[in-house]
């Protein structure tokens, strides 16, 4: 079996008090944060995205993945050294591992077959980041009915080839049951694909899908830019 990945989703938000350091003591904390996040740059998968604009309480988001665990504090302590750190929170951390779907057996997208187990980013523009939890009743139907009803589910996310799902899951490991993260170049697919879904039986089983990122794809420096 091939090994499964660690994925992480980690927000942060930068205090306003930081715009009041000086230019030179802003372009150190840039560099600094930048030199800390790409340090791990060969050992895992990282993409860095901003939340400007989409969020008010966070304002980036790193997103990683590997089969080590250790590497992943490493990497956030390295980030908790960094000169810009005393200015960070992380109000949204989110943590999850890849498996094989029980319930995608024919239905795999054109490219994808045999990656369920690892993160393959398209590297499109946009991310689409949440929580999910189902109800429990849905554990308590057959597999049959169960099966019924993703294979709708699934039909419908075909429909919108432009939106690429990466499902993650958090069983045990924190406190909701999957992180699904939608790669797209269409926000407005997105958002019909999301309408579409409504329509279907299983979102009937729905508990909670909030909060709800809209990140845009952007190197880390640039990112910081956007702040101050």
Known sequence: ?????????????????????????????????????EKFADDMLIR???????????????????????????????????????????????????????YVTKHVHSGQEGTRTRIRPADAPYLIVYP???TRAWYALSME???????????????YPSVKINTTYSF??????????????????????VMDLRETAASLYTLRDTPTFTCTRMPIGDALDLIG
Not at 53 to 79: C, V
Not at 145 to 159: A, C, L, S, Y
Request: hydrophobic share 40%.
């Open 132 to 134: 999910f939890v189902k």
């Open 145 to 159: 009915e169960r099966q019924k009803m993703m294979d709708t589910h699934i039909e419908v996310g075909h429909k």
């Open 48 to 102: 860095t995205y901003t939340t400007v604009g989409t969020r008010g309480d966070a304002d980036l988001l790193i997103w990683r993945a590997t089969e080590e665990p250790e590497l992943l504090t490493k990497a956030t302590a390295a980030i908790n050294h960094t000169s810009l750190a005393p200015y960070l929170t992380s109000p949204y951390h989110y943590l999850a591992m890849t498996r094989r779907s029980m």
């Open 172 to 193: 045990g490991l924190d406190d909701q049951e999957f992180v699904v993260a939608f790669e797209t170049n269409s926000l407005s697919d997105f958002l019909d694909l």
């Open 1 to 37: 079996m091939p090994q499964r990945q660690l994925v992480n989703y980690c927000f942060y938000k930068i205090d306003p008090a930081w715009r009041l350091r000086s230019s030179e003591q802003r372009a150190a904390d840039k560099a600094d944060f930048v030199g800390a996040v």
